[in-house]
């Protein structure tokens, strides 16, 4: 039995470029080629992702009666290794990454060009990437973030919530990524954070007929985690035999289960916020009965709370929960190209040690094989909730070796 050790990754590959990219999609038998080095890349290329992305809009008021969320519109999607909306390019010549998303399921749209040097960005200096965007244990990610605002406005930092007057506006997409070649050859996963907000200037007429002026606050939130690489020639993939990957983890959720006001920090009805969650991937390969099963384990960010909507602190799942999913699957090479499953148990414990179990109503588990001859594994994830009245969604993607 062959053993592949599978390390953590969380680094950046370079800058995306595009036009004139060679594109690498989904392995088919007889398909494929590793004369280009994803550590060192040597020519423009374009890589399908296979992860998830998520939107929230909402909006928020300044006045003391109504400073909750309103006009929520929740999507979410996960892409397969034959059906992604997710691209990543990336040009050695001038160090440019392109990250390109259109996915009408999860209402994700993301076309942002990273060619700046000054994009390249940290959590280290005066100025820090924007509101969501995790800082990784990880040291070898790296950050790229673009963007405008106008009207003064500000997105904030990832300790900081966006602000803004009446007629302002802000934009920005923050792209992270493993650094190829810094823990895998292969494959390597990324995660972005998107965010547009807008404020405005509304009136509203009170019962005493006299006028009343406040600002209003709409946010669109965009979040995604996915792993690309150079995929294995299905002809390549060992056929038996066994193995184990050990990898990474990266996953952005949306937790709320208060909607009805149930909880187990008391009976608020508290803000639906996104969270990201870190953590190690192990996932166990049997080549002649084309089964894998996965097992994560991880850390939750705290909530990344608007600072408008009426909540500060922590939410039902706070910072430094430990996260664990079990999930199993089939490998296909001819129809998924790779593998296809889905999960049998997820849940989070907190620091203070309380436990809320995801009560799941769907999930999905794809991956594929990366390098030339299966050395390393990489593919992405969801676990929907299904209680009533919950907003329970957990996207990822998590990488192996």
Same mark, same amino acid.
């Given at each position: 039995?062959?053993?592949?050790?599978?390390?953590?990754?969380?680094?950046?590959?370079?800058?995306?470029?595009?036009?004139?990219?060679?594109?690498?999609?989904?392995?088919?038998?007889?398909?494929?080629?590793?004369?280009?080095?994803?550590?060192?890349?040597?020519? $423009?290329?374009?890589?399908?992702?296979?992860?998830?992305?998520?939107?929230?809009?909402?909006?928020?008021? &300044?006045? &003391?009666?109504?400073?909750?969320?309103?006009?929520?519109?929740?999507?979410?999607?996960?892409?397969?290794?034959?059906?992604?909306?997710?691209?990543?390019?990336?040009?050695?010549?001038?160090?440019?990454?392109?990250?390109?998303?259109?996915?009408?399921?999860?209402?994700?749209?993301?076309?942002?060009?990273?060619?700046?040097?000054?994009?390249?960005?940290?959590?280290?200096?005066?100025?820090?990437?924007?509101?969501?965007?995790?800082? !990784?244990?990880?040291?070898?990610?790296?950050?790229?973030? =673009?963007?405008?605002?106008?009207?003064?406005?500000?997105?904030?930092?990832?300790?900081?919530?966006?602000?803004? @007057?009446?007629?302002?506006?802000?934009?920005? *997409?923050?792209?992270?990524? !493993?650094?190829?070649?810094?823990?895998?050859?292969?494959? *390597?996963?990324?995660?972005?954070?998107?965010?547009?907000?807008?404020? *405005?200037?509304?009136?509203?007429?009170?019962?005493?007929?006299?006028?009343?002026?406040?600002?209003?606050?709409?946010?669109?939130?965009?979040?995604?985690?996915?792993?690309?690489?150079?995929?294995?020639?299905? =002809?390549?993939?060992?056929?038996?035999?066994?193995?184990?990957?050990?990898?990474?983890?990266? $996953?952005?959720?949306?937790?709320?289960?208060?909607?009805?006001?149930?909880?187990?920090?008391?009976?608020?009805?508290?803000?639906?916020?996104?969270?990201? %969650?870190?953590?190690?991937?192990?996932?166990?390969?049997?080549?002649?009965?084309?089964?894998?099963?996965?097992?994560?384990?991880?850390?939750?960010?705290?909530?990344?709370?608007?600072?408008?909507?009426?909540?500060?602190?922590?939410?039902?799942?706070?910072?430094?929960?430990?996260?664990?999913? *079990?999930?199993?699957?089939?490998?296909?090479?001819?129809?998924?190209?790779?593998?296809?499953?889905?999960?049998?148990?997820?849940?989070?414990?907190?620091?203070?040690?309380?436990?809320?179990? %995801?009560? @799941?109503?769907?999930?999905?588990?794809?991956?594929?094989?990366?390098?030339? =001859?299966?050395?390393?594994?990489?593919?992405?994830?969801?676990?929907?909730?299904?209680?009533? &009245?919950?907003?329970?969604?957990?996207?990822?993607?998590?990488?192996?070796?």
């Amino acid at each position: 039995m062959r053993k592949y050790l599978v390390l953590s990754a969380t680094c950046f590959l370079g800058a995306c470029g595009g036009a004139g990219a060679d594109v690498v999609s989904a392995p088919t038998p007889g398909n494929g080629s590793q004369s280009h080095s994803f550590a060192n890349p040597t020519e $423009a290329k374009t890589y399908q992702g296979i992860g998830g992305t998520h939107t929230y809009s909402y909006n928020v008021q &300044d006045r &003391d009666c109504c400073r909750g969320q309103s006009g929520q519109l929740y999507q979410g999607n996960a892409t397969t290794a034959r059906n992604s909306s997710i691209s990543i390019s990336y040009d050695p010549r001038d160090a440019i990454y392109t990250l390109s998303i259109t996915d009408n399921l999860s209402g994700a749209n993301v076309e942002s060009r990273y060619q700046d040097p000054a994009q390249r960005t940290d959590f280290d200096g005066a100025r820090q990437p924007q509101f969501g965007t995790p800082r !990784l244990a990880n040291p070898n990610v790296t950050y790229l973030e =673009a963007g405008s605002s106008s009207g003064g406005a500000s997105l904030g930092t990832t300790d900081t919530p966006p602000f803004g @007057i009446p007629e302002a506006s802000a934009s920005a *997409t923050t792209l992270f990524v !493993l650094k190829p070649g810094s823990e895998t050859q292969y494959v *390597t996963y990324a995660g972005y954070v998107r965010n547009d907000v807008t404020w *405005t200037e509304e009136t509203e007429t009170l019962a005493d007929e006299t006028e009343n002026t406040y600002t209003l606050e709409s946010l669109n939130l965009q979040r995604g985690a996915f792993a690309f690489g150079e995929l294995t020639n299905t =002809a390549n993939v060992p056929k038996s035999g066994g193995a184990t990957y050990e990898g990474s983890m990266l $996953a952005t959720m949306v937790f709320n289960p208060t909607l009805d006001g149930q909880s187990q920090i008391g009976s608020a009805i508290l803000p639906s916020y996104f969270q990201w %969650v870190e953590g190690t991937a192990n996932l166990a390969v049997d080549f002649g009965a084309d089964t894998v099963g996965l097992t994560l384990a991880g850390t939750a960010f705290p909530t990344q709370d608007d600072g408008v909507s009426g909540f500060s602190g922590e939410g039902v799942i706070a910072g430094g929960a430990t996260f664990s999913a *079990t999930g199993a699957g089939t490998i296909n090479l001819a129809n998924f190209g790779g593998f296809k499953g889905e999960f049998s148990q997820a849940g989070f414990v907190n620091p203070d040690g309380t436990r809320y179990d %995801v009560n @799941i109503a769907g999930s999905s588990l794809d991956g594929a094989f990366y390098g030339p =001859a299966a050395e390393e594994v990489g593919g992405g994830f969801r676990i929907v909730g299904g209680t009533p &009245d919950e907003r329970i969604d957990i996207l990822g993607a998590f990488i192996g070796k």
